[in-house]
């Protein structure tokens, strides 16, 4: 940056990054025009065609090799600019740049900073936003769920008692996803500041945690679930827990589609140097043509169980938002209509 500094210091090449180019290849090509001259003007001795050949390509190659050098420190500002916006990108860590410059760099840079500041500012207010909007509806659904146990409590019928066992789930329900967003809102700030580290999982440890959520699911509807672990320990760079939250939320979406006495399958093993972990049913399925809308927030696929259970159209946009986040792949894949499904989540080792 010093010598971009200083040529930005001259008046006639104040305003223009290509007009400083221009100056110093200018000079660079003049500069074997000069040695040879002072070759020739001051050597002592008769100077012959073929030392002025050799003292001409040896002041070329010097000239070139000046040259490049003070070229690429010209272009400074450029890869400044550049490292500036893939450290917010990929880490979110803001930079400062300067911003006096009035060539075309020195507007880049001032462009750049003003539109991390910004994109700072906004993700910011968002996140502020939707904290506040999560707090205010875990209170409202907490009402009916306060008013569905006083229900219970006074030993109703067994009609009303299972009408406030419903509004209990649905209400359970809603507390989980919007727990969800804003496990995945932290999630991703955690992400995107500090450049994640990988971490060992021992997969024998996390299944109990993944058994206690979704028992009750897999007992309702007579679900077996068959877990072959061929790769204990790994080393990925996501959560522990919100790996458990994608495979409960995978678990669940398998449960919710399958048949009744049914089976569902979770694999993880190796395969080259990837890590890959697979939830296989035998449910309903879906069309080829459907995977994409699968994974849209609010998507259209939403549908009723097999046991008419309700979906919130969200559960696997989060997955796949979580699983992207850190370095992995979601997939979906079924062979049609009441052919099953498979959803497969790959982390490069």
Known sequence: MKLYHNLSQISFLKKSYAFKFLFVAFIGIHIPLIGILFFVLFFEHTVSPTSILLFSLIMTLLATVVTLLILKQLIKPISIASRSLDDYRNNRQLSVLPTEYTDE???????????????????????????????????????????????????????????????????????????????????????????????????????????????????????????????????????????????????????KFSYFDSEIKLRVFKENLNVIITVTDEGIGFDKNQIDELFKKFTKMSRLGTANESSTGIGLYLCKKIVEKNKGKLTALSEGRNKGAEFKIEFEL
């Open 105 to 255: 760099a020195g507007l880049l840079m001032c462009n750049i900073q003003e539109s991390i500041y910004e994109a700072e500012s906004f993700i910011n207010e968002k996140q502020d936003l939707i904290y506040m909007l999560s707090h205010d509806l875990k209170n409202f659904a907490g009402n009916p769920q306060g008013l569905a146990e006083l229900i219970l409590s006074e030993n109703p019928s067994e009609s009303v008692k299972h009408l406030a066992g419903l509004i209990c789930e649905s209400t359970n329900l809603q507390f989980r996803y919007i727990e969800n967003f804003i496990k995945l809102l932290k999630e991703q700030d955690q992400v995107v500041k500090i450049n994640p580290e990988f971490k060992t999982i021992l997969i024998s440890n996390i299944l109990p945690f993944i058994n206690e959520q979704v028992e009750q699911r897999l007992i309702d509807k007579k679900v077996n679930l068959k877990v072959n672990v061929e790769i204990d320990e790994v080393k990925l760079k996501i959560d522990e827990g919100l790996l458990v939250q994608v495979l409960v939320n995978l678990i669940s979406n398998a449960v």
